[in-house]
């Protein structure tokens, strides 16, 4: 069964470092989707593609959040300079059209020290 | 702004049993109500989902009630199973056809064998 990838699972890094995430979404799915959820609540949405279009991003703190799909497929999602707030769960999404039926990688751990 | 909660933090049943998850949201103006899954160390797993001109759906195993009137959405599990232990969430559509879900607290059904 194909699966969303994420890389790397885990990472920890000191506050003012820039950090990456990847993603990786399930072939042939044009909406990817990207979600940070914090320790004991739901996934919250930071930013939303439609193949290498953003979609929403209203979410997305952008003075120092970015992310990017340039070839409408996989999708790295950065912070710069990472601050002790976004210590949290970084998942990715994708489905095949606008549906709540997405599947979710395994996310990536954040910790910002 | 829009709430979506769970009633218990945590449910415990026996293996076999069956098991009923609650939700209250507040925004009457949600098209679709869905659930979600999350097992520990993996991101969420789509379930099921209902839209507002429905008051029940089944799938395998599970069935999903809304009661608009009193804007109450459940999630029954027949013959709980081991694999069954996770977090449920459950999520508001976002209106206008963002198919955005907004995410609740979630509860831990844990199964007894």
């Known amino acids: 069964e194909a699966e969303v990838a994420q890389s790397p699972r885990y990472k920890i890094t000191e506050k003012s470092q820039a950090v990456a995430f990847w993603c990786d979404p399930i072939?042939?799915?044009?909406?990817l989707y990207w979600y940070r959820q914090i320790l004991g609540q739901g996934p919250e949405l930071l930013v939303q593609?439609?193949?290498?279009?953003?979609?929403?991003d209203s979410q997305l703190p952008k003075d120092r959040f970015s992310a990017e799909r340039l070839k409408g497929v996989d999708s790295t999602l950065k912070i710069q300079p990472a601050e002790l707030g976004d210590s949290a769960m970084y998942l990715c999404?994708?489905?095949?059209?606008?549906?709540?039926?997405?599947?979710f990688g395994p996310g990536t751990r954040l910790t910002v020290t | 702004g829009e709430s979506v909660g769970l009633h218990l933090p945590t449910l415990s049943v026996q293996e076999g049993d069956n098991s009923i998850i609650n939700c209250a949201y507040s925004?009457?103006?949600?098209?679709?109500f869905i659930w979600y899954k999350q097992e520990s160390g993996k991101g969420p797993q789509f379930i099921i989902d209902?839209?507002?001109?429905?008051d029940k759906r089944q799938g395998q195993r599970v069935t999903v009630l809304l009661n608009k009137t009193v804007k109450h959405l459940s999630l029954q599990i027949a013959a709980t199973q081991p694999g069954d232990s996770a977090v449920y969430f459950c999520?508001?559509?976002?209106?206008?056809?963002?198919?955005?879900?907004?995410f609740g607290r979630g509860t831990s059904l844990i199964v007894h064998p």
């Open positions: 999520a508001t559509g976002g209106t206008g056809g963002s198919y955005i879900p907004t």
């Open positions: 072939s042939g799915h044009a909406t």
């Open positions: 999404a994708s489905s095949r059209g606008r549906s709540y039926e997405q599947y």
């Open positions: 209902i839209r507002s001109n429905m």
């Open positions: 925004n009457s103006a949600s098209d679709y």
């Open positions: 593609f439609q193949d290498e279009s953003v979609v929403d």
